[in-house]
């Protein structure tokens, strides 16, 4: 079982960048799938960018399309949120996923714990 650890959130002004990483333990993540969601009080979460396990494939949320890059290295079991030119609008909690299957939809199986990201004006 992969368990992830996402970290890189934090508070920037908007135009500013961040980038997100997801950690994950255990032998199989690159037989994994792996997806960014966010998620703010009292909406649902969203999707915004997912990768499959070879790198080769991504999806993104047209919302974030041209600002927001995701990427992996299998040999260090990790995933990358790139996210450049950051709004008001990105604020949220981020989260990475994992699932056997490339998917834009929430139906991830394993989950981080989120980390925050803050964009003021």
């Known amino acids: 079982q992969v368990q992830l650890v996402e970290s890189g959130g934090g508070l920037v002004q908007a135009g500013g960048s961040l980038r997100l990483s997801c950690a994950a333990s255990g032998r199989t993540f690159r037989g994994y799938a792996m997806g960014w969601f966010r998620q703010t009080p009292g909406k649902e979460r969203e999707f915004v960018a997912a990768i499959n396990w070879s790198g080769g494939t991504t999806y993104y949320a047209d919302s974030v399309k041209g600002r927001f890059t995701i990427s992996r290295d299998n040999a260090k079991s990790s995933v990358y949120l790139q996210m450049n030119s950051l709004k008001p609008e990105d604020t949220a909690v981020y989260y990475c996923?994992?699932?056997?299957?490339?998917?834009?939809?929430?139906?991830?199986?394993?989950w981080g714990q989120g980390t925050q990201v803050t964009v003021s004006s």
């Open positions: 996923a994992a699932r056997a299957i490339l998917d834009t939809t929430p139906e991830y199986d394993i």
